[in-house]
């Protein structure tokens, strides 16, 4: 197989060059070449897509599959597949969630509206960037895209921070601030899972789009947090609070208490979403203690969250340290400190 990746060296994508690299594609990665060279046997081709003449690498070559994890104007999709139309065998769009119009139901299905946007916008926020590219990709492309609407990613190599924020702060000990309830269902996707979906969904030409992401339940926040501690050989305690408390006191859900969104929550549904197509295409999803084991091997290793790699800069995710003190002073109880993971 000959992959075309365009871009290759952030989260999702570097999983994606990792996967078919090891699986013996043969890859080229597409970039502006500003985070370092790709892995070894990688063809490498540079080019900035939303300069004028930013795809003049793109102009000769054939490739089986595309992947692309662009994020910026949906008029740079639909130049990147009219650039290579014809040349191509299948493309990969990895859009998200986000592009489903509020307010989303819990069990959302591929087929609910979507975000108003354009295949031509220029700019947006998020969801109108991911819902405009995948429907310039559909105009260009028709039967031959497959449109990845990604849950909650995590594992090695998350440049947001939310899985990593929390590994630090268990690693730090003490007394930590939990987040009820203890058995609130998390869905998310291992970024080598999603990866490996990604190849072969594209490889065996499926179409359409398709919710990425674990069963609802795959874990809950009680596991989560318990297999951390694990990983991390944290002298620590999890205190948990109810959620109602946190939200009365302000804690913003999902950026202050990263992965976190509590039942009746108007973005609850992100961890809800239907997945039956993505199981039925061959989605496969491993236990939350190998993506958190993995993800703290690696956070030791490279030191800190890298910068999203071709991005804008993201506020960090996180409460506070004096600010969670001042938390668990007004708010901790004393209930049981864990759960056993799955």
């Not at 365009?6 to 502006?32: I, K, M, Q």
């Not at 594992?155 to 000990?173: H, K, S, Y």
């Not at 499926?206 to 609802?216: C, E, H, I, L, Y």
């Amino acid at each position: 197989m000959k992959l075309l990746m365009l871009g290759g060296s952030g989260f999702v994508g570097g999983a994606v060059v990792a996967e078919a690299t090891h699986r013996g594609w043969a890859v080229t990665a597409f970039n502006r070449g500003r985070h370092g060279a790709p892995p070894a046997g990688v063809r490498h081709l540079v080019g900035d897509r939303t300069a004028a003449d930013g795809l003049a690498a793109l102009t000769e070559g054939e490739w089986d599959l595309v992947v692309d994890t662009w994020d910026g104007a949906p008029r740079v999709a639909q130049a990147t597949a009219r650039m290579l139309l014809g040349r191509v065998g299948h493309y990969v769009y990895v859009s998200s969630g986000s592009v489903y119009a509020q307010p989303v139901p819990a069990g959302v299905t591929e087929q609910a509206p979507l975000v108003e946007a354009a295949p031509d916008d220029v700019d947006g926020d998020y969801p109108m960037l991911k819902a405009g590219a995948e429907r310039a990709l559909r105009a260009v492309l028709g039967d031959r895209v497959l449109l990845a609407r990604a849950g909650l990613i995590l594992g090695p190599g998350e440049d947001i921070g939310r899985l990593p924020w929390w590994l630090n702060r268990l690693a730090q000990g003490g007394e930590v601030l939990a987040p009820g309830p203890v058995d609130l269902p998390v869905q998310y996707v291992d970024v080598r899972d999603l990866a490996a979906f990604l190849l072969d969904a594209g490889a065996a030409g499926q179409a359409g789009a398709v919710n990425v992401v674990s069963r609802p339940g795959h874990t809950t926040m009680g596991e989560l947090l318990t297999a951390g501690m694990a990983a991390t050989g944290a002298a620590a305690r999890l205190n948990w609070v109810d959620p109602g408390r946190l939200l009365a006191a302000g804690v913003e859900p999902w950026n202050d208490l990263p992965i976190w969104i509590p039942p009746g929550h108007e973005y609850r549904w992100m961890q809800q979403m239907d997945v039956t197509r993505a199981y039925a295409g061959g989605l496969g999803c491993r236990p939350v203690t190998e993506t958190v084991v993995d993800t703290w091997a690696w956070l030791r290793r490279v030191g800190s969250v890298p910068a999203r790699a071709g991005r804008p800069a993201r506020p960090p995710v996180g409460l506070d340290p004096a600010r969670e003190a001042g938390l668990l002073a007004a708010l901790a109880t004393d209930p049981p400190s864990a759960v056993p993971p799955r």
